[in-house]
C-alpha cells in the first residue's frame, strides 16, 4: 500500500531518526511513504489563529496532492499531525474558510492548481500502525521483543486534543501508545501526567515554566516506574531531554529495534 | 343540515378588550348552517351556561360554536353543557379566540378579522361533526410496580394500603434499592437502613404484596386498565418457600472470592450469599458464574450443610404472567461510568473513589465496619478532596457528561464533610464546586453548618487533574474567586459522579410504549400538572426514573403515583375517549406504516378475507386500532401512503374544511 507523508521540518534536521525509522518500519510492514514533493512547513502551533488563511496553506496543498494521488496523508510528529488534522477539518466543515483557501491555492503560478475538495483522509503514524496495519500485524512481525522493559508513553497535549477534532484517542485516557507498547513486547507504565504539555514553544520566553511544567511529568513518570518514555513530538522531547534524566526516545526508534532494523 | 349555534364570549375584557365580539356574532350569523348567534360577558357562568341550553331548545340546534379561550380550559365545561341540552358532546367545538388571538393581538381590527376567521373554521367543522360515544373496558384490580428501592416500596405500600394487591417486581436479589446502601441521610442525619428497613419488612409482611425478586418484565401487552404482563423470576437455585435465612451456607461455601456488588466490589462474599443482613426477602441466592457445582457438578457443600433442603440446583428460571389495570415504574439510578474521566485518575488509582463508595467505606455496615480508610493501604486519611459535578451540568455538545444537574450531589457531598469532621476532626475537608444548590426544606442551613460550623473548606473552582505519586494525590485545582491555581496533596479524592437512569429502563419503555427525554428519564405527561404520568394511560412514574431526586422528593412522588393508580383501580370500567383512529379495511393495504409511527402500540394488524368483484375471496392483511390504546394523537393519519386512517372527531374532511374557511 502507498501512502502520502509529510515529514515536516524538525524531522529533517533535529529529529533525523523519527524520520528515518518510520520510513524504514513502513517498509518493513509492507507500506509505502511517498514523500510529498515541495511540501513546506506546516507553520507549527502557530497556525492554529484562526482568522488567517494563509498561515493554513503549507497544509491545504499537502492535503490536496493527496487527494490528486487518493492516498492517505501520513505524518509522525505531533505538530504536524495536529496541523494538517485540523486544518482538514476545517475545510470539511467550514464552507466560506474552505471556498477562501480554494480561491488562493488556485490563483495562476500557484504551485497546486487544484481546489482541495476535503476528501483526503490524515492519520498519524501511530494510527497508521493500529487502523491500516494493525496491532497483531506488528506483534507477529516483531522479531526482538523488548521484554521487560518498562515504558512510559508520552503523549504530550497536541496529538490527541482537541479530540472532537483529532478523533484518535480519548483524551484523558488513552492508550493507543500503551498498545503500541505491549505490542512490541514491552510492559507500558500507565502515569496520570503522560497526557500534560511539556510548555512546548514557551520554553523560548520562560524556560522556567517549561522546566517546571516537564520535571512534573518526568518526576510522575519515575515515580510510576518507568524505564525510559516515548514520544512522537520533536518538540516534547527537546523539553524534556533538557530538564531531567529519564531517557526520552522516539516511538518509530523502538519500533525499528523491536523489527530487527536496527541494533539496540 | 346542522343547525347551529355560535356562542361569542367576552371573558370581561379579556376577549373583548381587543376583540369586537358583537361584530363576530353578526358576522357569523349568515355563515351555512348557523341559525343563532350571541355575545355574552361569561360564558362559562351559570347564566351564560343556562343561556345555551335555552338555545339549544328554542332554536333545536344539533351543534355549538363557542369562541372563547383555550380547549384546554373550558371545552370539557361547554361539553357538559350540550350534554346537559341534549346535544352530544362531540357536537361542541371551541374557537379560541382567547390565548390564540385576544391575548397575542393589541389591534382591534386585527383581532376581530382573526376572531372572525377562528369562528368560521369551527363552524365549517361542526357542520361535518358526527354524534361519538366513548366506548367502556373493565379495569382488572391489580398493580404492577416495577423496581424495590425506596420508590417503589413506597408505591407498593400505599397502593396495597388501600386494598389494591400489588405485585413488586425487582431484578435483585434483595429489595431496598440505593437507600439501602447510603449511610446517612440528609439534612437530618438518620441513618438509611434505620428508615428504609422497618418499610421493607411492612412490605414482605403485607397481604396484598407479593415480591418478584430477582426478576425483570419481559413483554408487555394490552392497555390501560388491561396489561397483561410476562415476567421472568431468574433462578437462584435456592427455594425461597422454604429457606429461613439462616446464613450457614453462606458461612461454609468454599468459594470466598466473589466480588461484593452491594458494596461495590470493595470486599468479597461467598458463591452462596445473602445481599445484606436486612435483605427482603432474605433468602440465599448463589451465583452461577463462580458456584463451582453449576459449573463443574463438584461442591455441593451449601446442600449438605442447608438443614431444610432449601438448595436447588436444577432451578430454573420461572414466568410469571398476570394481569393489570396500572404500572408503575421505579427503576431508579446508577452513577454514571467514571471511564472518560480519567483526568480524576479514578481507573488509576483505588483512593480515587465515588461518593457511593464512600457511602459504604463508612458505613458501620459496610466493607471496613465504618472505619474512613484508603482503599489502597488501610491509611486513615488526612486530607481529602471532595470534587462536585463530575459528569453534570456539561455543556450541550460536550463528549461526555450530561446537560442536567444530578441534584443530590451538593447535599450529600456536605453529608460526607461534615461526617468526616466530626468523626475525625482531624482530616483537612475540600470541597470543589460550580454552584452549590442547596432549594429543598432545611437544605441551606445543612450546607451552612458544614462551612460554619464544621469548618470544611468550600472552594468554588474545579479540579483540573488528580496525579497518584506514590501515596500521595496531587490534586492540581483552580479557585475562581482567588483567581488562583492550588495544589493540594490529598489522601483520597471522592467523585460525586452524575447520576443517570437504570439501563433497565429504555428496554422497559419500549415495551411499555412509554416515552423518554434524550437522557433516558420517563417523560412525564404533563411537566407541571401531570407530574407522575406517563402520556401513556395506565403507566405512572415514581422516582428517580423520571428526573434526578433526593429521598424525600422520591417518597412523596411515589405517593402521588400511588394516589393516582388508586384512583384509576377504583373505577369498575374505564371510559376511552372516543376521538380514536379508525382504519377503512377497503383501502388497508397492510403495509404496517401506521403502527410503526403509532407511539402507544394501539395498531395490530389481522389477516381478513375480502370478497373480490370475481366473486372469488381472497386473504388480506389489515390494520386493526384498538380503541382502548389509542389516545388520537393521529400520527397513522398523517402517515398512512392509502389514506385509509381516519381519526373520528377530526376526521380529514373535516381539517379541510377548516382550512378551506380560513382560505376563503
Redesign the interface.
Known amino acids: 500500500m502507498k501512502v502520502s507523508y509529510f515529514p515536516g521540518c524538525t524531522l529533517k534536521t533535529k529529529a533525523k531518526q523519527l524520520d528515518d525509522y518510520a520510513r524504514s518500519c513502513a517498509e518493513v510492514l509492507g507500506i509505502k511513504m511517498e514523500e510529498i514533493p515541495n511540501w513546506q512547513c506546516c507553520g507549527g502551533v502557530f497556525n492554529t489563529s484562526s482568522d488567517e488563511i494563509a498561515t493554513k496553506l503549507s497544509a491545504v496543498r499537502a492535503l490536496s496532492y493527496a487527494e490528486k494521488q487518493g492516498q492517505p496523508l501520513i505524518s509522525v510528529c505531533s505538530a504536524c499531525h495536529n496541523v494538517l488534522k485540523q486544518t482538514n477539518h476545517a475545510m470539511q466543515t467550514d464552507a466560506v474558510f474552505a471556498s477562501r483557501v480554494n480561491h488562493y491555492i488556485t490563483q495562476p503560478g500557484q504551485a497546486a492548481a487544484q481546489a482541495y475538495m476535503g476528501n483526503t483522509q490524515v492519520y498519524h503514524y501511530l494510527e497508521l500502525l493500529r487502523d491500516i496495519i494493525g496491532f497483531d500485524r506488528i506483534r507477529d512481525a516483531v522479531k526482538k521483543p523488548l521484554t521487560g522493559k518498562k515504558i512510559g508513553a508520552y503523549y504530550g497535549c497536541l496529538m490527541l486534543r482537541p ?2 477534532t483529532m478523533k484518535m484517542d ?1 483524551a ?2 488513552p492508550r493507543i501508545m500503551e498498545d503500541f507498547i505491549r505490542a512490541i513486547g514491552a510492559e507500558p507504565v ?4 503522560r497526557n ?1 504539555c511539556c510548555g512546548g514553544y514557551v520554553t523560548m520566553e520562560d524556560p522556567a515554566l517549561s522546566q517546571k511544567k516537564s520535571t ?1 511529568i518526568l ?2 513518570a519515575e ?2 516506574g518507568a524505564d525510559f518514555l516515548i514520544t512522537a513530538c520533536p518538540l516534547c522531547k527537546y523539553n524534556l531531554d533538557k530538564n531531567g534524566n529519564i531517557p526520552v526516545v522516539y516511538f518509530t526508534e523502538l519500533l525499528a529495534r523491536a523489527l530487527g532494523i536496527v541494533e539496540a | 343540515m346542522q343547525r347551529i349555534g355560535v356562542f361569542v364570549c367576552w371573558c370581561g375584557s379579556n376577549i373583548a378588550a381587543t376583540v369586537d365580539v358583537q361584530r363576530v356574532a353578526d358576522a357569523v350569523r349568515s355563515e351555512p348552517g348557523v341559525v343563532f348567534s350571541v355575545d355574552y360577558q361569561y360564558m362559562c357562568s351559570q347564566a351564560g351556561q343556562s343561556m345555551i341550553v335555552d338555545a339549544v331548545k328554542e332554536h333545536q340546534l344539533t351543534g355549538l360554536v363557542i369562541c372563547s379561550c383555550s380547549p384546554r380550559m373550558h371545552e370539557s365545561t361547554f361539553r357538559k353543557t350540550a350534554q346537559l341540552a341534549g346535544i352530544n358532546p362531540y357536537m361542541v367545538e371551541i374557537a379560541n379566540i382567547r390565548e390564540q388571538c385576544s391575548w397575542v393581538h393589541k389591534d382591534i381590527f386585527i383581532g376581530t378579522q382573526k376572531a372572525i376567521t377562528l369562528a368560521k373554521a369551527a363552524i365549517a367543522k361542526v357542520n361535518l361533526n358526527t354524534p361519538l360515544t366513548s366506548g367502556e373496558s373493565k379495569v382488572t384490580k391489580r398493580a404492577l410496580v416495577i423496581g424495590g428501592g425506596i420508590a417503589g416500596i413506597q408505591s407498593a405500600l400505599d397502593i396495597a394500603d388501600a386494598g389494591f394487591p400489588v405485585d413488586l417486581v425487582e431484578k435483585e436479589a434483595t429489595i431496598g434499592g440505593k437507600m439501602a446502601q447510603l449511610d446517612k441521610t440528609f439534612p437530618t442525619l438518620d441513618c438509611a437502613a434505620c428508615i428504609l428497613t422497618p418499610k421493607m419488612v411492612d412490605v414482605a409482611q403485607h397481604e396484598n404484596i407479593r415480591i418478584i425478586s430477582h426478576a425483570q418484565v419481559e413483554e408487555v401487552g394490552g392497555f390501560v386498565g388491561n396489561f397483561h404482563v410476562k415476567i421472568r423470576k431468574k433462578a437462584r437455585f435456592v427455594d425461597e418457600s422454604i429457606c429461613t435465612g439462616c446464613g450457614l451456607c453462606t458461612e461454609k461455601c468454599p468459594q470466598k472470592k466473589v466480588p461484593n456488588a452491594f458494596n461495590l466490589n470493595m470486599d468479597h462474599h461467598r458463591a452462596i450469599y445473602i445481599p445484606f443482613a436486612q435483605a427482603v426477602p432474605k433468602v440465599a441466592i448463589i451465583d452461577p458464574d463462580y458456584c463451582s457445582m453449576l459449573k463443574n457438578g463438584k461442591c455441593g457443600v451449601c446442600a449438605k450443610v442447608c438443614s431444610v433442603g432449601a438448595i436447588d440446583y436444577q432451578q430454573k428460571d420461572e414466568i410469571i404472567e398476570e394481569d393489570y389495570g396500572a404500572i408503575v415504574t421505579a427503576t431508579g439510578y446508577n452513577p454514571i461510568s467514571l471511564e472518560k474521566y480519567d483526568e480524576y485518575a479514578y481507573s488509576l488509582s483505588k483512593d480515587v473513589i465515588t461518593s457511593l463508595e464512600f457511602e459504604r467505606l463508612t458505613n458501620a455496615a459496610g466493607p471496613t465496619q465504618g472505619h474512613l480508610i484508603r482503599p489502597s493501604d488501610g491509611k486513615q486519611p488526612h486530607t481529602i478532596v471532595f470534587v462536585q459535578c463530575v459528569g453534570s451540568r456539561c455543556a450541550a455538545n460536550a463528549e461526555k457528561g450530561k446537560e442536567y444537574c444530578s441534584k443530590i450531589c451538593c447535599m450529600y457531598t456536605a453529608k460526607h464533610a461534615m461526617l468526616v469532621r466530626d468523626k475525625y476532626p482531624d482530616t483537612e475537608v475540600y470541597v470543589f464546586y460550580i454552584d452549590v444548590r442547596t432549594p429543598g426544606k432545611s437544605f441551606d442551613e445543612f450546607y451552612r453548618r458544614a462551612v460554619e460550623e464544621y469548618g470544611v473548606h468550600y472552594i468554588k473552582g474545579m479540579v483540573g487533574k488528580v496525579i497518584p505519586e506514590g501515596n500521595t494525590l496531587k490534586v492540581q485545582a483552580s479557585d475562581l474567586l482567588m483567581n488562583k491555581q492550588l495544589h493540594i496533596d490529598a489522601d483520597l479524592v471522592v467523585l460525586a459522579a452524575a447520576i443517570e437512569p437504570d439501563r433497565s429502563a429504555r428496554p422497559l419503555a419500549t415495551m411499555l410504549t412509554a416515552s423518554m427525554d434524550t437522557n433516558d428519564f420517563f417523560t412525564e405527561a404533563h411537566p407541571k400538572l401531570r407530574p407522575v404520568e406517563s402520556p401513556t394511560a395506565g403507566i405512572f412514574l415514581s422516582g428517580t426514573c423520571q428526573g434526578p431526586k433526593d429521598i424525600p422528593e422520591t417518597v412523596s412522588q411515589a405517593s402521588a403515583a400511588a394516589a393516582k393508580v388508586i384512583g384509576l383501580l377504583c373505577k369498575n370500567t374505564l371510559k376511552g375517549n372516543p376521538c380514536v383512529a379508525v382504519s377503512d379495511e377497503m383501502m388497508c393495504n397492510g403495509c404496517s406504516s401506521c403502527a410503526n409511527v403509532c407511539p402507544y402500540g394501539a395498531i395490530t394488524y389481522e389477516s381478513k378475507e375480502f370478497r373480490m368483484p370475481d366473486r372469488t375471496t381472497r386473504m388480506r392483511r389489515v390494520a386493526k386500532v384498538n380503541p382502548a390504546v389509542c389516545q388520537g394523537c393521529g400520527c397513522c393519519t398523517v402517515a398512512c401512503p392509502s389514506g385509509a386512517m381516519d381519526l373520528d372527531g377530526f376526521k380529514n374532511q373535516q381539517i379541510m374544511a377548516e382550512v378551506d374557511a380560513i382560505c376563503k
Request: overall charge negative.
Open positions: 479530540s472532537s480519548d484523558e485516557n500507565i502515569y496520570a501526567m500534560e512534573a518526576r510522575n515515580a510510576n
